[in-house]
């Protein structure tokens, strides 16, 4: 009943920006806190940022404090991560999560690929 749709990866050298998108659809009452995570080859799915919706704390892994910023748009029920200062490290499918606190929640996006090149 709960639909996330990211958009926005592609493939930009090391340090550019990129901004993801994530739009939800469906019950407004399951996405308590909405967040990112990422996945790259041969490794797992690791955290990367949450928000609370309702106060707009947020959360970020240490690999990507002061780099990545996340943030939300109530009118749009859609969440933003923007990225600045990548690395090649930064590489991975990057998935929306939405749901209790704290993350992951239940919900997931399908993904969208961000590639970083040197």
């Known amino acids: 009943q709960v639909q996330l749709v990211e958009s926005g990866g592609g493939l930009v050298q090391a340090g550019g920006s990129l901004r993801l998108s994530c739009a939800t659809s469906g019950r407004t009452f399951s996405r308590y806190a909405m967040g990112w995570f990422r996945q790259a080859p041969g490794k797992e799915r690791e955290f990367v940022a949450a928000i609370r919706w309702s106060v707009g704390s947020t959360s970020y892994a240490d690999s990507v404090k002061g780099r990545f910023t996340i943030s939300r748009d109530n009118a749009k029920n859609t969440v933003y991560l923007q990225m600045n200062s990548l690395k090649p490290e930064d590489t991975a499918v990057y998935y929306c999560?939405?749901?209790?606190?704290?993350?992951?929640?239940?919900?997931w996006g399908q993904g969208t690929q961000v590639t970083v090149s040197s």
């Open positions: 999560n939405a749901g209790s606190w704290p993350p992951p929640g239940d919900y």
